[in-house]
């Protein structure tokens, strides 16, 4: 068994309110230099730069998860993570449909670069991603899944684009497994309202705008990764996410 440091929740320089300095391969520099293992990029409504993302982070030795954080149509967000580069393309492709006809305005967001796996810039979205898609919670859910997604709320104690800030619970229709929390002691305040909620089934990640947001290496799960591949290890944290358990 080997022990695994996380950060599954980054965005890189393709959402308008990161930083141009998060580059696929600054963002696996830096993940690297703090001690990570295993990183998931998951930009607003995109998946356009998981394909540079995991070119950089193969470089770097990094267990590279591509993802979105899809904002409903409540403006909720969810942390949506592909075991499979190629299903989060399509998801990309599939999640442009519900965007809404809102342009970005790059002075007032920012940038919204897609780069390739040199950090050379290759285009830029038109569309602002940041702002929600015309997806309802239950259906944004559904979608994401038909896509082999695995879905859950993002930073839920959070009050800004929180599902418990919005709708002041979490269904238990919707079938999370995982929480993302921003800060690991929060899980105590709020798990009267999330009975759910569990040590192992929270997951504490950065939400990082900024290179000197990612985590530290602190949160970690173990993993049977004999024989070694990455794409072994990625199939092991999916078999733990549809189980519903960490380690």
Request: glycine share 6%; with cysteine.
């Amino acid at each position: 068994m080997t022990r695994y440091y996380y950060d599954l929740h980054i965005h890189s320089c393709l959402s308008p309110c990161g930083d141009n300095d998060m580059t696929p391969n600054n963002i696996a520099g830096m993940a690297a230099i703090k001690g990570l293992n295993v990183l998931a990029l998951t930009d607003h409504n995109s998946a356009k730069n998981c394909p540079a993302f995991f070119e950089a982070c193969k470089r770097q030795g990094i267990i590279p998860i591509a993802g979105v954080e899809l904002s409903t149509e409540e403006d909720i967000h969810l942390v949506c993570l592909f075991e499979e580069l190629d299903d989060a393309m399509k998801f990309d492709a599939a999640i442009e449909e519900h965007l809404l006809p809102i342009k970005n305005r790059p002075e007032i967001f920012g940038e919204q670069l897609i780069l390739n796996g040199d950090d050379e810039p290759i285009g830029e979205v038109e569309s602002l991603l940041i702002s929600p898609t015309d997806l309802p919670i239950e259906e944004a859910v559904r979608f994401a899944r038909s896509y082999g997604a695995h879905v859950h709320p993002a930073h839920i104690d959070r009050e800004s684009n929180g599902i418990l800030a919005v709708l002041g619970d979490i269904p238990c229709e919707y079938g999370f497994k995982f929480f993302e929390l921003r800060e690991r002691e929060n899980a105590e305040k709020i798990s009267d309202t999330v009975e759910e909620l569990n040590g192992d089934n929270i997951f504490v990640c950065s939400d990082a705008h900024q290179l000197w947001n990612i985590n530290e290496a602190e949160n970690s799960f173990l993993i049977d990764d004999e024989p070694y591949s990455s794409s072994l290890v990625r199939k092991r944290i999916f078999e733990m996410l549809d189980a519903g358990k960490l380690n």
